[in-house]
């Protein structure tokens, strides 16, 4: 430091690479919400229900992961794949016992239905593991430092699984024939299953894809915020704001709200006073609502009559 | 079965049935007066949180029952209604002055969150509440010179024109009379065109536009009335909690509070009822089967002699005794109540009554569900 | 001065001209039916009527007065009522409650009134009642009257559509399709009301319909409309067999 103030741009200069340390994390934790967001669309978007467990399918997904690595001593990849395949069935076989028995029900039944499937989770978690705080070794601990900045190299995870993931998913919903199927069963339930696309089975993969999702976001986000069962629920509230800041039902606007999210968390932490970090997002959410009730990428509908 | 024959309109919009359903109604006031003679003290004032709970009930019930609006945030309107109240009280107002403020104030917190909702529904209006809720939380721990914030802030007990109820007694009578009062207005508003005007909101907005119902005012009426309710529990709430802080207002609150109308029923007020004794009882409940389940299975193992009753008791309790079991146990209700009977505990009182009432001709087809492929709520 | 008027309506959704330049006056006391094949904007029309679509251009006059910029919330009270294609009922109430809601553009209590449930709210509460029972008795539904809507069969729901519009005691009724998804019995039940609107009650009809066989048995004039834009206006025989009507609807 003492070095660096010698410096004559010292002073913009480490304003600027605070700025650039501070946008890094907001995008990295941003991409989180992103990716716990996508989850919610992937769901509402098929299948109209709006899951508020995704959230702590995101702490089940890490504790998981954890029991791999800590307990059994597995690769982190290793672990990190069996948790996906693990939470991913979980999440089929919700859809399949529970949740297919309420479609068609108003949409807070459902609401309410996932907040309580939420809450048992939790409690399973906390039974199983206990309500200590865990942390989960990860190959990425080191830092990088790039003309002031230091890149951290879990919050560069993050990005990359994002994006990797989000490619992933792009390549599977576009190219091949069930990912096709499941955007024309979003699009309209009856024709897709007049066209003999097995409605129910693309459900079930959905709330696959969509538990998988979590994982991957649970399992990132690990190193960050450490492992806990309520690691979740603060998640998941900050994604829903960022789903419906987007759009409900839009999937970029979902990452791009998610993005949003995140920054403007960061960066009220930095500037505004205490408090402002975990009530800025939502205000303004709440303004945006104001001025777009749709959000930036829904559109708004009416009825028809 | 009892068959009734009307002789004239007004009939139907009486406040209760007839005389035999007014008898009922009677029966039950009866009862829940003379209850505190035969009920411990502790418990006393465990039924008190049951008025408290049910005035929060029918607030939530208006709102997301008959206008079906969604609120995630009515906790915070609680605590409105509740820091008011003791601000108030703390500045030597008069407890009856202090609680119409503490309802002026929420009333109008209800009037400003429910203008985004006039464009907004289904899960819009959730976050949108939702924000709103976390936004007050922490305008309570922030703003000192009102709430104190996380040192938190000591409520004496109410003292009304010179009166005090200091006892859980004279407290559980209070709340009863404001409870009481609370469903005769509501029950006055829902006979009458505002009620109808909610229903109507509820189930087709168009169509209630068209037959002259202006949305705007009926859906922020709804929101103003049901954040006034929450107003008036919030202040007996301050009391029989006796210390506020900015935690107990809090998101998990306000879905207990949701809970609280599914497991009761929605769309009625009796739901309101129901699903307050369910939520103000199960904890205490809980905590009674902590104990006896293990101690009565010790017994049975005594008596018996076979071991495993003892073990079995000796799990369930040391189950019950883990952190975080008891939202496990109202998460698993809601589920099972949301698969298994979606009009909650009122539905179940409704077909066991006419299967006593129809006996032995009930035919379970009655209140049978139509099967339907999934409905769009996208389009509302 | 006409009754009702409309006056080169228009409206576009996103570039396509849903309903074009249509014009047309619906005298008191008749029976105004338009027509046209799937998609052709009649139902839209009503919308603009109701109040529900802003047109983006044209003028709808009502009894001498511009109702084009009112809300749509306070067409009831002006005496325009409607019915709806896919039916828009209260579900979770009763026909009685769906009823009473109609009356709701004649209600005079304030919010404190009926807090306290006054006896100016119980007179006015039982006039609403006398007035939705004379529906009742018109339309005969006195046996569905304490029935949830969810529980009655679609003809049933299509009646009390009607009855509902019948009790916000309109000038001008709009039909839209009354007899979609009738059978034949209650077509002509529905033929028969309609009617009996008309000459017993006096309230002008206007309506969308498609068969054909109704149309002409009820209606004294008929507009057909394709692609948003008139074909052809008269009496129902003459408008029948027009031949750009016939085009439209056999193609060629």
Not at chain 3, 82 to 101: G, M, P, S
Not at chain 3, 227 to 250: D, F, K, N, W
């Amino acid at each position: 430091m003492a070095t660096r103030a010698t410096d004559p741009c010292g002073r913009t200069g480490r304003k600027l690479a605070i700025f650039l340390q501070l946008t890094l994390n907001g995008l990295a934790v941003g991409c989180i919400y992103g990716l716990v967001a996508l989850g919610f669309v992937l769901i509402y978007k098929a299948t109209e229900l709006v899951n508020f467990a995704q959230g702590d399918l995101l702490m089940l997904g890490a504790f998981v992961t954890f029991m791999g690595v800590v307990w059994w001593e597995l690769d982190y990849w290793v672990a990190f794949f069996i948790a996906i395949v693990v939470v991913s069935a979980f999440g089929a076989l919700l859809d399949a016992t529970v949740l297919r028995r309420v479609i068609g029900q108003p949409q807070f039944a459902v609401v309410m239905l996932t907040i309580g499937l939420g809450a048992m989770f939790r409690t399973f978690a906390s039974v199983t593991w206990g309500s200590e705080i865990y942390t989960l070794p990860t190959p990425f601990s080191g830092v990088t430092v790039i003309g002031g900045v230091t890149l951290s190299h879990q919050y560069l995870s993050i990005v990359a699984g994002t994006l990797l993931l989000c490619g992933v998913l792009y390549a599977f919903f576009t190219h091949t024939r069930i990912g096709i199927a499941m955007q024309a069963t979003s699009q309209n339930q009856l024709a897709a299953y007049y066209m003999g696309i097995p409605v129910k089975l693309i459900f079930s993969l959905i709330w696959a894809i969509s538990a998988g999702t979590a994982v991957v976001a649970g399992v990132l986000l690990a190193p960050v915020t450490l492992i806990d069962i309520n690691m979740g629920l603060a998640v998941a509230l900050k994604a829903f704001a960022a789903a419906v800041l987007g759009g409900f039902g839009s999937i970029p606007g979902a990452l791009v709200g998610g993005i949003i999210i995140g920054l403007i968390e960061l960066y009220a932490g930095a500037t505004l006073p205490e408090g402002f970090k975990d009530t800025a997002p939502y205000i303004v959410l709440l303004l945006m609502l104001a001025v777009r009730p749709q959000g930036l990428f829904g559109t708004l509908a009416r009825k028809k009559v | 079965m009892r068959f009734l024959f009307k002789t004239s309109y007004a009939q139907d919009i009486q406040l209760f049935r007839d005389r035999v359903d007014a008898g009922w109604y009677g029966l039950l006031a009866v009862v829940v007066l003379l209850l505190p003679a035969v009920i411990s003290d502790y418990y006393v004032g465990e039924v008190a949180w049951v008025f408290i709970y049910a005035i929060c009930g029918v607030s939530l019930m208006v709102l997301v029952g008959y206008t079906g609006l969604i609120s995630l945030g009515h906790a915070a309107f609680l605590g409105i209604g509740a820091y008011a109240h003791a601000y108030f009280l703390q500045h030597g107002m008069p407890w009856v002055v202090s609680v119409v403020l503490a309802i002026v104030i929420t009333t109008a917190c209800g009037i400003i969150v429910g203008l985004p909702a006039l464009r907004m529904t289904g899960i819009y209006l959730a976050i949108a509440t939702l924000a709103f809720s976390v936004i007050i939380q922490e305008v309570f721990s922030r703003w000192e010179s009102v709430t104190h914030g996380f040192a938190g802030m000591p409520v004496g007990k109410p003292v009304i024109f010179g009166l005090s109820f200091d006892s859980d007694l004279a407290f559980y009578y209070l709340c009863l009379f404001f409870l009481v009062i609370t469903l005769w207005l509501t029950r006055n508003l829902l006979r009458a065109p505002t009620g109808r005007a909610w229903v109507a909101i509820r189930d087709s907005e168009i169509a209630a536009q068209s037959m002259g119902v202006n949305l705007a005012i009926y859906k922020s009426m709804a929101f103003a009335y049901s954040a006034a309710l929450m107003g008036l529990a919030g202040a007996l709430f301050a009391h029989k909690i006796a210390y506020l802080a900015p935690d107990i207002f809090t998101i998990l609150l306000s879905i207990q509070l949701l809970l609280l109308v599914i497991v009761g029923g929605l769309g009625s007020l009796h739901g309101a009822i129901f699903g307050a004794i369910f939520v103000a009882l199960l904890p205490p409940v809980i905590a009674i089967l902590r104990d006896s389940i293990p101690a009565s299975l010790a017994d049975a193992t005594a008596a018996t002699g076979i071991g495993l009753f003892g073990l079995i008791g000796e799990g369930i309790g040391s189950f019950l005794r883990k952190p975080g079991v008891e939202a496990g146990i109202f998460g698993l209700i809601l589920v099972l109540v949301i698969l298994l009977e979606p009009r909650g505990m009122y539905g179940r009182w409704l077909k066991t009554r006419i299967f006593f009432s129809t006996f032995p001709m009930y035919k379970r087809a009655t209140f049978k569900r139509q099967k339907t492929y999934m409905k769009s709520e996208r389009l509302r | 001065m006409s009754f009702f008027q409309a006056d080169n309506l228009s409206i576009n959704f996103g570039g396509i001209k849903a309903v074009d330049g249509v014009s047309f006056t619906v005298p008191k006391g008749q029976v105004f039916t338009i027509i046209g094949p799937n998609g052709a904007g009649k139902t839209t029309i009503f919308n603009l009527v109701s109040r529900i679509y802003e047109p983006t251009q044209g003028r709808l006059v009502f009894e001498g007065n511009d109702i084009t910029r009112v809300p749509p919330h306070q067409i009831a009270a002006l005496g325009i009522a409607r019915t709806f294609q896919n039916i828009e009922l209260f579900e979770h109430a009763t026909l009685l409650e769906n009823l009473l809601l109609a009356r709701h553009a004649h209600k005079k209590s304030g919010f404190f009134a009926e807090l306290f449930f006054l006896p100016s709210v119980r007179r006015m509460e039982v006039e609403h009642r006398e007035a939705v029972e004379r529906v009742i008795d018109f339309l005969d539904l006195q046996q569905y009257r304490d029935s949830l809507i969810v529980n009655l069969p679609y003809g049933v729901r299509k009646v009390t559509e009607l009855a509902r519009a019948l009790c916000t005691d309109p000038k001008l009724l709009l039909l839209d399709e009354p007899s979609s998804g009738l059978n034949v019995e209650e077509t002509e039940d529905m033929a028969f009301w309609i009617q009996d609107i008309r000459s017993l009650l006096g309230i002008t009809v206007l309506m969308v319909e498609h068969d054909m066989k109704l149309v002409s048995a009820v209606s004294d004039q008929v507009l057909a409309l394709n692609y948003g834009r008139p074909l052809a206006m008269g009496s129902p025989r003459e408008v029948q067999t027009h031949p750009e009507v016939v085009r439209a609807y056999l193609g060629g």
